[in-house]
């Protein structure tokens, strides 16, 4: 069974900085891409940015020069550094992981329980 632990959501002032931390957990053979999503109510979930297994990132253009993503393979954990946060970065972040199980399975989706990110003016 897999899991992913999010954590470093909270409320912040606009021009502000959080990081996001996502661990990926139980029985995992590899990881390929690693991501944040983020969603507001009633509205799709849409890729914020992320991460291949090599280090080839991904940005939404809405957050490029804002946003870093990052990864340690060894820890199997996805960072998100967001730095001058503006209030409509306001969103819950979901963290996404491709993951293989074992050797021979197909990769599967997984996602975070998600979290708050609130941004005030």
């Known amino acids: 069974q897999v899991q992913l632990v999010e954590s470093g959501g909270g409320l912040v002032q606009a021009g502000g900085f959080l990081r996001l931390t996502c661990a990926a957990s139980?029985?995992?053979?590899?990881?390929?891409?690693m991501g944040w999503y983020r969603q507001a109510p009633g509205k799709p979930r849409e890729l914020v940015a992320s991460?291949?297994?090599?280090?080839?990132?991904n940005y939404a253009d809405s957050v490029k020069g804002r946003f870093t993503i990052s990864r340690d393979n060894a820890k199997d954990t996805v960072y998100l550094q967001m730095n001058s946060l503006k209030p409509e970065d306001t969103d819950v972040y979901y963290c996404?992981?491709?993951?293989?199980?074992?050797?021979?399975?197909?990769?599967?989706?997984?996602w975070g329980q998600g979290t708050q990110v609130t941004v005030s003016s």
């Open positions: 991460i291949t297994r090599d280090g080839t990132t």
């Open positions: 996404q992981a491709i993951i293989r199980i074992q050797i021979g399975s197909y990769d599967a989706v997984y």
């Open positions: 139980g029985s995992i053979f590899s990881i390929n891409r």
